[in-house]
Nanobody, 114 residues
Framework: VQLQASGGGLVQAGGSLRLSCAAS????????MGWYRQAPGKQRELVAA???????NYADSVKARFTISRDNTKNTVFLQMNSLKPEDTAVYYC?????????WGQGTLVTVSS
């Protein structure tokens, strides 16, 4: 497995979860990492991304609630999700970009109950 995601689960509205995604060292040099999500019946959407240098990009719907970070020494990206809402319920997929390829994690389910 080249990307291993973890940290999903069930949480009440207003709660927090932290997702992690670790890339195997066999992947090589990673540029950007981040998270997409896909809710039932909806298209996959970008949640947050972070470059190797630490520049970040967020979907408007999660700004001020989610924080993305990464540890380059461990090829790991994190997504701290606070003030979760029922509309955040989705399968979250991490990705990692090499120079010419994009790798995807297996998806982790986040369910936010009202």
């Amino acid at each position: 497995v080249q990307l291993q995601a973890s940290g999903g689960g069930l949480v009440q509205a207003g709660g927090s979860l932290r997702l992690s995604c670790a890339a195997s060292r066999l992947v090589g040099t990673i540029t950007s990492m981040g998270w997409y999500r896909q809710a039932p019946g909806k298209q996959r959407e970008l949640v947050a991304a972070i470059t190797r240098g630490g520049s970040t990009n967020y979907a408007d719907s999660v700004k001020a609630r989610f924080t993305i970070s990464r540890d380059n020494t461990k090829n790991t990206v994190f997504l701290q999700m606070n003030s979760l809402k029922p509309e955040d319920t989705a399968v979250y997929y991490c990705f990692a970009d090499g120079f010419s390829t994009r790798l995807w994690g297996q998806g982790t389910l986040v369910t936010v109950s009202s």
